[in-house]
């Protein structure tokens, strides 16, 4: 098992480079930073989450990696952290979830370390004082479990909310709700050094995997890395695999998603928190719908439910019952 | 379960209809009903389905399925992998509700077929990893159990 402590990395590179271990079936934990800023999608992400012409204005580049997760930001104020290991190793677990707790440790105690009591919250966030600090991605590349994901040092909530795919009013909330239910070491532990964190977060790597070879970018490596490169950016790749829904669901923070979508003429928005939806805002030609925002407040995000409401008030078309399943958090 | 008299094989929590062949071959979990001379439905069993997670997305990525190799993607609990084919042949049928509602294979997993692909071989179906009988399966499932009991 290597360690690789790689530094600052170019957006592209910072992605490419533990798609690329993934490939080469190299065992590897991977400490590094991005120089540049940009959006990182996860591998079924729809594109559409983001506004893409306010990015392309801005020259903020876009990246849709090959694992799970939702869409980030990316910036140097954060250390990222990636897992690769063999899918046949002892230590790739069988159990998701079992994965995310296992290859999370180091990070726990990392915080631990710096006095932030966190722990774990299904299915891949890290929370501390009620706010997420750590959002995660894995999946299996070639023929190896990747796990990927970062530590806040500090986080630009304004530039988030503002390449979101939203209405002005929602970006607002969102703002609000970023945060709200999202915590950076700055906000939870002051100042911190991120050589000594990174130096920390080895450390505990190294306690989980009972040592670690040092390694170095080699050149088959970056070979490995160019190979990739024209696949995962090209447009076809970045535009064309996200999932297609009716309209907007936005992760801020596991439990805590924001919703748009419009449907038989309603532009409905919502929010889902701990499973339940409140601040639902329903209005068809610029006048609110008071009975069906009633209706859908407090009710759980139970597909069949919501669906149950929308459809005797909207009609049951193939739209609607997606909507109900955005609404329902899927 | 489709009917109160098919038989079944409980293995600690996981329940396997006999009905049905099941893939071990690259721990695929996996499962493949015959359901015509050469037709098949192909779906994710019960240990996939509950150790994957809730699944989000699902998606098959192929035309003609060849034995081993992947067809589908899947997204679980922020997890993206792959399925590896327990067969080969061609898809002559997808499930748009299983594909546009992948949780249901959380909620029912042999329900929710994914696809049906006609066999290219039928010989494939006695193959290295295919399993019918439910000592076979038990001892397989009883492995995997172990694997998790160790994590």
Redesign the interface.
């Known amino acids: 098992m290597r360690l690789l402590e790689l530094g600052y990395m170019g957006w592209k590179q910072s992605q490419l480079v533990y798609h690329a271990l993934a490939e080469l079936g190299e065992p590897a934990v991977v400490l590094q930073r991005t120089a540049h800023t940009y959006f990182c999608l996860?591998?079924?992400s729809p594109a559409e989450d983001l506004n893409l012409s306010f990015l392309e204005r801005r020259g903020i580049p876009c990246f849709r990696r090959?694992?799970?997760?939702?869409t980030v930001l990316l910036d140097r104020e954060q250390l990222f952290y990636h897992v690769v290991i063999p899918r046949e190793s002892e230590l790739a677990?069988?159990?998701?979830?079992?994965?995310?707790r296992?290859f999370l440790k180091p990070v726990i105690d990392t915080y631990a370390e710096l006095g932030v009591k966190a722990s774990y919250r299904?299915?891949?966030d890290i929370v501390a004082e009620g706010r997420k600090v750590s959002g995660?991605?894995?999946?299996?590349v070639g023929e190896c479990l990747v796990l990927s994901g970062s530590m806040l040092l500090d986080f630009n909530f304004e530039l988030m909310a503002e390449a979101l795919n939203l209405p002005g009013r929602l970006r607002r909330r969102a703002l609000e709700l970023m945060r709200e239910r999202l915590g950076t070491l700055k906000q939870l532990a002051g100042e911190v050094d991120a050589a000594e964190l990174r130096r920390m977060l080895a450390g505990r790597f190294e306690d989980l995997f009972g040592g670690f070879e040092s390694g170095r970018l080699s050149l088959e490596l970056v070979r490995e890395m160019r190979r990739l490169e024209g696949r995962y950016t090209s447009r076809e790749w970045l535009y064309a695999r996200g999932?297609r829904r009716q309209g907007t669901l936005l992760k801020i923070a596991e439990g805590c998603y924001l919703i748009h979508t419009k449907l038989a003429g309603v532009e409905l928005s919502a929010e889902l928190q701990e499973g339940v939806l409140g601040n639902v805002r329903a209005l068809r030609g610029g006048r609110r719908q008071r009975e069906l925002e009633d209706a859908l407040a407090g009710v759980r995000a139970e597909?069949q439910k919501i669906l149950n409401i929308l459809a005797e008030r909207l009609g049951c078309t193939e739209e609607i019952?997606?909507a109900a399943?955005l609404l329902a958090g899927? | 379960m489709k009917s109160e008299t098919e038989q079944v094989l409980r293995v600690g929590e996981y329940v396997f209809p006999l009905d049905r062949y099941y893939c071990s071959y690259q721990n695929s979990h996996l499962w493949l009903r015959m359901v015509d001379e050469n037709i098949a439905e192909v779906g994710i069993d019960a240990f996939l389905s509950e150790t994957a997670g809730r699944l989000s997305y699902l998606s098959v990525s192929s035309e003609r399925l060849e034995r081993g190799k992947s067809f589908a993607t899947i997204e679980s609990a922020k997890f993206v992998s792959r399925l590896a084919a327990p067969v080969s042949g061609e898809v002559v049928e997808l499930n748009a509700e299983v594909l546009a509602n992948p949780s249901r294979v959380n909620e029912a997993p042999y329900d929710a077929w994914i696809l049906r692909v006609r066999l290219a071989s039928r010989e494939e179906l006695e193959a290295e990893g295919m399993l019918r009988s439910a000592e076979q399966i038990r001892a397989w499932i009883e492995r995997e159990i172990e694997r998790l009991e160790e994590e």
């Open positions: 996860g591998m079924f090959a694992i799970g997760g939702g677990p069988v159990r998701v979830s079992t994965m995310y296992r299904p299915a891949s995660n991605g894995a999946g299996v999932r597909r019952e997606k399943e899927g």
